[in-house]
């Protein structure tokens, strides 16, 4: 196990540090002085001295590139063009907002997915089947922000239930902040919970199938039981592997609801940097986006490994 | 077609046909088909199916109900809807279509070398397929349109850029599969160049995933482009895009909700019909990956 995990975690420290320079890459294909685009509003001659100084711009390229990832792993991004406010602070102020969109949305879709999956499975070729195999199609070909305008269109313009944008935090109104998130996890959420009821539904006809299912029902146990206890148990490990392979889906997913439903989260930051051309910003969102996905990655390959001693053993998951 | 006729066709013709019967039986795939080939039609015959030029303004009638003139009425400009989703069409196929050959080609060959060989080079395509898919694929596109600046170009080739690890994951694992067949071991005892077993016995082995794959990849595509365009990262006004569309209607939600409605529905019906004939194509074609 820790063998496992060991080695899991040395993969996505390489990941981490080979993404580093496609990003530090990446900035320095830009046209122009590197020290312009990390100096922000503050351009004197001599801020760009200590610019160049502080970033060794003046160093090889190797030696830049040194440079700019020490600095990068202590949160230190560079100055955003809005001045002087730091792009490390910028970003860590608005992650727990995404944070929330997220959590929220991987609620949403388990609610709607699992039970769709199970009963699915369990009444497969009924009408309820192929009902809920429809709508997974439909929500994974419906594009989520055409849905984000729809319920803004239904639930706040013509219904007026919702309102249609902007973001409260949640400890100084956790209603209003909840009534406010509903509509983004909702569009968030009904995409993911397409894949879980997929996954869920095969899975469990996978158990339905297995020995210890007919074990348990030769045994003499209610059905109910054999489907929740047994079969749905087992299904559930899947889900988990699902689920987090869909996160790298929901940074980008939040990046588009964020947009639409006004949210200062992660996402929005994201195309508020691209607008203002704010380039320290940029490379502060996209490398802290790469780093987050493959830790959470990480995370769920460590859960996945507790949850499933069997992989312990043979190293592969699945 | 009479006995005969069949007697004669060489055995993949035979097998292209049973493919192509066992797919026409399933009418959702069917359904998927037809509707995305009207699609790849409206793209292609834009200027003749459009009714009105998609840029001209008809300042008389600006946000106009859908009528015998305007079919899906006008947006805030007077612009005849219909025919600016019409148009929209042209850069959805092209991102969809364009940016999946674009992956393919250069996933396809770096998959097979590295399956094939292996040796070092596997473990260094896997690692650079790894850190490919540590960028969330909105935030990749967002970086590329930062560097390379927007247009429909660059979000094509942020939407191939994000297929790339995928497809060269799936072509290695196939060629790794497919070399220990007994066809590729004989082949290496006749004699068989390595370029010649990978084109005439791995390649054409895996031609059903592959299509698949590109199927799948294609709605993906489509909604990637229509995301971009309305995020500003894509097309740009005034060319006529989905997104475009989308984003520009956003102001205009509570007079005029067709405005949302129609380019959505065009972009929710093209992703559906490509989904649908993926999964009919992957029961046909490739039985093993069923979901």
Redesign the interface.
């Known amino acids: 196990m820790r063998a496992f995990l060991l080695r899991k975690t040395g993969a996505a420290l390489i990941v981490v540090f080979l993404a580093s320079i496609v990003v530090f890459a990446g900035t320095r294909a830009l046209p122009g002085d590197p020290a312009l685009v990390l100096a922000g509003e503050d351009r004197t001659p001599q801020a760009l001295e200590e610019i160049r100084a502080k970033y060794r711009l003046n160093d090889p390229v190797p030696v830049q590139y040194a440079s700019w990832l020490t600095h990068a792993l202590t949160g230190d991004f560079g100055e955003s063009r809005r001045a002087g406010i730091a792009v490390g602070t910028t970003i860590l102020d608005r992650i727990p907002i995404t944070l929330e969109l997220a959590f929220l949305s991987i609620i949403v879709a388990l609610i709607l997915g699992i039970p769709a999956g199970v009963i699915a499975a369990v009444k497969r070729g009924s009408a309820a089947d192929y009902a809920s195999g429809t709508l997974a199609l439909v929500g994974l070909s419906i594009p989520h922000f055409w849905l984000g305008l729809l319920l803004i269109l239904v639930f706040a313009v013509k219904l007026r239930l919702l309102p249609a944008s902007g973001y409260v935090p949640f400890f100084e109104d956790p209603v209003e902040n909840l009534r406010r998130m509903a509509m983004p996890a909702l569009v968030l959420g009904t995409g993911v919970s397409a894949i879980v009821m997929r996954q869920m539904r095969s899975a469990m006809l996978d158990s339905l199938g297995a020995d210890y299912v007919r074990t348990a029902r030769a045994k003499g146990l209610a059905e109910r039981q054999v489907i929740i206890g047994h079969a749905m148990r087992n299904s559930l490990l899947t889900v988990v592997t699902v689920v987090g392979l869909q996160l790298g889906g929901l940074i980008s997913g939040a990046v588009i609801t964020e947009q639409i439903f006004v949210i200062p989260g992660f996402g929005r930051l994201t195309i508020e940097a691209v607008n203002q051309r704010d380039y320290a910003l940029i490379q502060g969102v996209v490398f802290v986006a790469a780093a987050g996905y493959v830790i959470i990655n990480l995370l769920v390959d460590a859960l996945y490994s507790v949850l499933n001693p069997r992989i312990r053993v043979s190293g592969q998951p699945g | 077609m009479s006995v005969q006729d069949v007697a004669v066709l060489s055995p993949r013709a035979r097998r292209r046909r049973r493919i192509r019967r066992r797919l026409l039986r399933r009418p959702l795939a069917v359904a998927g088909l037809v509707v995305a080939l009207v699609f790849v039609v409206v793209a292609i015959f834009a200027p003749v199916i459009a009714p009105y030029d998609p840029g001209r303004s008809d300042f008389s009638a600006p946000l106009a109900g859908p009528s015998a003139e305007h079919l899906f009425g006008t947006d805030e400009l007077g612009r005849d809807i219909f025919s600016r989703v019409v148009w929209g069409a042209r850069a959805s196929i092209q991102a969809g279509v364009l940016s999946t050959l674009l992956a393919m080609a250069f996933a396809v060959p770096i998959g097979l070398v590295a399956g094939y060989y292996r040796g070092w080079l596997d473990p260094v395509v896997a ?1 650079m397929t ?2 490919m ?8 596109a ?2 590329l ?3 390379l600046g927007p247009s429909l170009t660059n979000a094509t080739i942020a939407l191939a850029f994000a297929a790339v690890p995928v497809l060269i994951r799936v072509t290695r694992g196939e060629t790794l599969a497919l070399r220990e067949e007994d066809y590729v071991r004989a082949a290496v005892a006749n004699g068989a160049s390595d370029t010649t077993i990978l084109a005439r016995h791995i390649l054409p082995n895996m031609a059903g995933t592959l299509i698949v794959q590109a199927t799948v990849w294609i ?1 993906t595509a489509i ?1 990637g482009e ?2 971009l365009s ?4 894509g097309v740009q006004p005034p060319t006529p895009s989905w997104g475009v569309m ?1 984003s520009a ?2 102001p205009f ?2 007079q005029a ?1 067709r405005l ?2 129609f380019p ?1 529905l065009a ?2 019906l093209a ?2 019909s490509f ?2 004939l993926g ?1 009919g194509l992957r029961d046909v074609l490739d039985p093993r990956t ?2």
């Open positions: 690692r790894d850190v898919l540590a960028f969330p694929f909105l935030i990749l967002v970086g349109a930062a560097v709605p909604i229509a995301l309305f995020l500003g990262l989308l209607a956003q939600i509570d909700p949302v409605i959505g972009i929710f992703t559906l989904n649908l999964d069923q979901t």
